[in-house]
């Protein structure tokens, strides 16, 4: 059982939708906004959602309500073309997956990707009622999206919550996010709790899965909630792939259950597997604070981690720096590398679990 601080309660409901744009903007542009934008209700705002004419074959969506926190979630799931193998599909869970899922489902198809890997997104619902309801709390950097659609700015509200450990209103304003309320973040744990019991088993009645191959993906405030995952649920995924990850926030609180993580992995109690990525450019302002040292932060993360003597099957893949890359486009080259480290042998587990198999481009029938 991993431990649990308690999440503030709140009151009202914190319903959200999905479709961001670009959800890594939430750390940089929001709190520069939140200086100059005074709280106000971006409910007024009329813009709508166009529709959408594209879809991503052979998916799935699956809506509930969590029992854990009365919050609505919405999970996509790419499923794959190929027959499941032996031990059933590897899975990527994909946080903010509003954003980055139909990136994910493409990259692990093809026969020379990662292919026989079942993708999910988390994210939140879209309907018009769920948005409103969402868009008429106070808001201080609602300027930033005038002439968006609601529901491309809804995700953040609850992706504040589900994705920060408890704070106060005290280090929120030290943090340059004064105007917000700390009632509206500190759901992580019951997040991961979440995922743990409501999503997999979703995602596990769908398909077979082998759930000693899993993985999950976080960037920014989700790499925050992937290295904290990591550090307190070490064997709930195979493989953690935590992109850009603000270890800043909050006074660094994160890395709190560090030290007892380390001595898990010294005394071979656990063994993930754990890819640390950041763009070379996340330290350089005006696109973030240089006092955020978000490069620098994550540098010395990979050097504590790496000197830990855990047994075989423990991997710190070496720290993974894109050049010329800032946080608002970190996150794809992350992917494309985080796939590749999570699911190196899937191709050849197939040929394997089925040598007649004919590789396919599209959706078997």
Same mark, same amino acid.
């Given at each position: 059982?991993?431990?649990? &601080?308690?999440?503030? /309660? %709140?009151?009202?409901?914190?319903?959200?939708? &999905?479709?961001?744009?670009?959800?890594?903007?939430?750390?940089?542009?929001?709190?520069?906004?939140? $200086?100059?934008?005074?709280?106000?209700?971006?409910?007024?705002?009329?813009?709508?959602?166009?529709?959408?004419?594209?879809?991503?074959?052979?998916?799935?969506?699956?809506?509930?309500?969590?029992?854990?926190? %009365?919050?609505?979630?919405?999970?996509?799931?790419?499923?794959?073309?190929?027959?499941?193998?032996?031990?059933?599909?590897?899975?990527?869970?994909?946080?903010?997956?509003?954003?980055?899922?139909?990136?994910?489902?493409? @990259?692990?198809?093809?026969?020379?990707?990662?292919?026989?890997?079942?993708?999910? !997104?988390? !994210?939140?619902?879209?309907?018009?009622?769920?948005?409103?309801?969402?868009?008429?709390?106070? #808001?201080? =950097?609602? =300027?930033?999206?005038?002439?968006?659609?609601?529901?491309?700015?809804?995700?953040?509200?609850? %992706?504040?919550?589900?994705?920060?450990?408890?704070?106060?209103?005290? /280090?929120?304003?030290?943090?340059?996010?004064?105007?917000?309320? /700390?009632?509206?973040?500190?759901?992580?744990?019951?997040?991961?709790?979440?995922?743990?019991?409501?999503?997999?088993?979703?995602?596990?009645?769908?398909?077979?899965?082998?759930?000693?191959?899993?993985?999950?993906?976080?960037? +920014?405030?989700? !790499?925050?909630?992937?290295? $904290?995952?990591?550090?307190?649920?070490?064997? @709930?995924?195979?493989?953690?792939?935590?992109? /850009?990850? +603000?270890?800043?926030?909050?006074?660094?609180?994160?890395?709190?259950?560090?030290? %007892?993580?380390?001595?898990?992995?010294?005394?071979?109690?656990?063994?993930?597997?754990?890819?640390?990525?950041?763009?070379?450019?996340? +330290?350089?302002?005006?696109?973030?604070?240089?006092? #955020?040292?978000?490069?620098?932060?994550?540098?010395?993360?990979? &050097?504590?981690?790496?000197?830990?003597?855990?047994?075989?099957?423990?991997?710190?893949?070496?720290?993974?720096?894109?050049?010329?890359?800032? $946080?608002?486009?970190?996150? #794809?080259?992350?992917?494309?590398? !985080?796939?590749?480290?999570?699911?190196?042998?899937?191709?050849?587990?197939?040929?394997?679990? $089925?040598?007649?198999?004919?590789?396919?481009?599209?959706?078997?029938?």
């Amino acid at each position: 059982m991993r431990p649990r &601080r308690t999440s503030p /309660s %709140r009151d009202e409901a914190m319903p959200v939708t &999905r479709s961001a744009p670009l959800v890594c903007l939430v750390m940089a542009v929001i709190a520069s906004a939140a $200086h100059s934008a005074e709280p106000r209700s971006p409910a007024a705002s009329t813009a709508q959602p166009l529709p959408a004419d594209v879809a991503i074959p052979n998916t799935r969506r699956l809506e509930f309500v969590s029992k854990i926190n %009365r919050h609505r979630y919405l999970i996509t799931v790419a499923l794959p073309f190929e027959p499941a193998p032996n031990k059933g599909y590897g899975v990527l869970y994909v946080l903010d997956g509003y954003t980055y899922f139909a990136s994910a489902a493409e @990259a692990v198809r093809g026969p020379d990707k990662a292919p026989g890997v079942v993708v999910v !997104g988390i !994210g939140y619902p879209d309907d018009p009622a769920y948005v409103q309801q969402v868009m008429a709390r106070p #808001w201080p =950097a609602a =300027a930033l999206f005038n002439g968006q659609p609601p529901s491309r700015f809804a995700p953040y509200l609850e %992706r504040f919550y589900d994705l920060t450990l408890p704070t106060s209103d005290e /280090s929120l304003k030290q943090m340059g996010f004064g105007g917000y309320k /700390s009632q509206n973040f500190g759901g992580l744990n019951d997040f991961l709790a979440i995922i743990e019991s409501e999503i997999k088993p979703r995602v596990a009645a769908l398909v077979p899965v082998d759930s000693g191959n899993q993985a999950i993906f976080g960037h +920014s405030l989700g !790499g925050y909630a992937v290295l $904290h995952a990591m550090f307190v649920e070490p064997d @709930a995924f195979r493989t953690y792939i935590i992109a /850009s990850p +603000s270890i800043f926030w909050d006074n660094k609180a994160v890395l709190a259950d560090e030290n %007892r993580f380390s001595a898990a992995v010294n005394a071979g109690r656990t063994r993930p597997r754990v890819l640390i990525t950041m763009g070379s450019e996340e +330290s350089t302002p005006p696109a973030l604070p240089a006092s #955020w040292a978000m490069v620098e932060n994550g540098r010395e993360l990979v &050097r504590r981690l790496k000197s830990l003597h855990g047994n075989s099957g423990y991997v710190i893949e070496d720290y993974a720096v894109f050049d010329k890359t800032n $946080h608002f486009f970190s996150p #794809w080259p992350a992917l494309a590398r !985080g796939i590749a480290f999570a699911f190196p042998g899937v191709h050849t587990v197939l040929k394997e679990d $089925h040598p007649d198999r004919k590789e396919t481009h599209g959706p078997t029938q």
